[in-house]
């Protein structure tokens, strides 16, 4: 029979004792050999030896625990994740460039080789290695910016040729560029994994998306499949699939919907590629890239004891956190939510030294009532500064 401050596993899962019932349990078994009159408290030589024996016992147990655990993608951290995630075919995201959606603009048959752009701020955005202008003179590609990181640049910023090529005209972004992002935590490789199980179902839609989550680079996106024979209320097409897909290559998001697609259903958003299919036929594939929807807020507190700047600081970083993480038009509410953005400047640390007054949201258009709605293809953005504190 096993001791009792190992662990164990049962119907409901791994369990362990606490320290202080390893304690107790070494405690008791001390006693019954030296006797019950023994003094074992922690300003005893024999009782700080014991603790020591418990809290050994305690860290095995939880090393213990955090092996059992690691097998499963739900409660796995870190080296343990990244192994888990392999069997769907996936991989942690690394830190990212930022990525722009260029439109080349030039004479039929130009072949740039290794070309680059450069914004207004002097940096360089990296074209594919070959980019061939077809005949209708412009071709979107998705170019990467030289320097690592969250990079910006908003639409038409991107506007300068770097490498002077012959029947190359111009270049310029339609769209702002999708800033790249640090290496991808634990709690979304987590959800990127659910999502990934959806490759291989039984639903079209659900392996489309699949496989749009898959590619690298993606962090938001949405899919909305239209499939009467009518526009719908978001100016869809009938018969006709619409995704909306913030980050990754052109080429690449438009090969994992052409791959999952059902037959004769329609693809419709204002990106196009052209993507070959097996038998060499080009298969024209449209989608959305997001358009941003600046948020801004206004928060009142009443400062308790305790309060500093720090927090107040905290607070816009919450508040804006969750703004930036807001689906893609809105989720199932359509909405920036004024309930979630307060829930988010109420779980700061430290929030019990202030009492939030007042959290407005506004929008280009004005303040929500309370919701900021969205779009179907907007994606709420927000940064810290942005969020207007007034502490009385």
């Given at each position: 029979m096993a001791s009792p401050t190992a662990p164990t596993?049962?119907?409901?899962?791994?369990?362990?004792?606490?320290?202080?019932?390893?304690?107790?349990?070494?405690?008791?078994?001390?006693?019954s050999i030296y006797?019950?009159?023994?003094?074992?408290?922690?300003?005893?030589?024999?009782?700080?030896?014991?603790?020591?024996?418990?809290?050994?016992i305690s860290d095995a147990n939880a090393a213990t625990i955090a092996a059992y655990l690691s097998f499963s993608p739900g409660t796995a951290q870190k080296?343990?994740?990244?192994?888990?995630?392999?069997?769907?075919?996936i991989s942690r995201a690394v830190p990212t460039n930022s990525q722009a959606d260029l439109t080349i603009v030039g004479q039929a048959g130009t072949v740039i080789t290794q070309g680059f752009a450069q914004d207004q701020n002097n940096n360089k955005w990296v074209l594919p290695a070959t980019v061939t202008i077809p005949p209708s003179g412009s071709i979107i590609v998705t170019a990467v910016c030289a320097t690592a990181g969250a990079i910006s640049a908003g639409p038409d910023q991107i506007n300068k040729i770097a490498t002077m090529t012959r029947g190359w005209q111009s270049v310029s972004n339609a769209f702002p560029a999708s800033e790249g992002a640090p290496v991808e935590t634990d709690s979304a490789l987590r959800q990127r994994q659910k999502t990934s199980t959806a490759l291989p179902s039984r639903t079209v839609l659900e392996g489309t998306i699949g496989a749009v989550a898959g590619v690298?680079?993606?962090?938001?996106?949405?899919?909305?499949?239209?499939?009467?024979k009518v526009t719908d209320v978001n100016g869809i097409p009938g018969n006709s699939l619409a995704m909306v897909v913030e980050g990754g290559d052109v080429s690449a998001i438009a090969s994992a919907i052409a791959g999952k697609k059902g037959p004769g259903g329609g693809t419709y958003?204002?990106?196009?590629?052209?993507?070959?299919?097996?038998?060499?036929?080009?298969?024209p594939?449209?989608?959305?890239?997001?358009?941003?929807?600046?948020i801004t807020a206004a928060a009142s507190l009443k400062a308790l004891p305790g309060y500093t700047s720090a927090?107040?600081?905290a607070l816009q970083q919450a508040v804006s956190d969750y703004v930036n993480l807001v689906a893609i038009g809105g989720g199932p509410s359509g909405t920036v939510e004024w309930a979630d953005a307060l829930t988010a400047a109420n779980s700061i640390p430290g929030?019990?030294?202030?009492?939030?007054?007042?959290?407005?949201?506004s929008g280009p258009g004005g303040p929500g009532t309370p919701d900021v709605p969205l779009a179907f293809n907007e994606a709420a953005s927000c940064t810290p500064a942005s969020i207007v504190l007034t502490v009385t």
């Open positions: 596993i049962s119907a409901t899962g791994i369990s362990a004792p606490t320290y202080a019932e390893v304690l107790a349990y070494l405690q008791s078994k001390y006693r006797g019950d009159d023994i003094y074992l408290e922690s300003d005893s030589q024999d009782g700080q030896f014991l603790g020591v024996i418990a809290l050994a080296a343990a994740l990244s192994s888990n995630v392999k069997i769907n075919g690298a680079g993606v962090t938001r996106y949405v899919a909305y499949d239209n499939d009467t958003g204002t990106t196009s590629a052209t993507v070959m299919n097996v038998y060499g036929m080009p298969i594939i449209n989608f959305f890239r997001p358009t941003y929807r600046a927090i107040g600081t929030s019990n030294t202030f009492k939030l007054t007042a959290l407005t949201l």
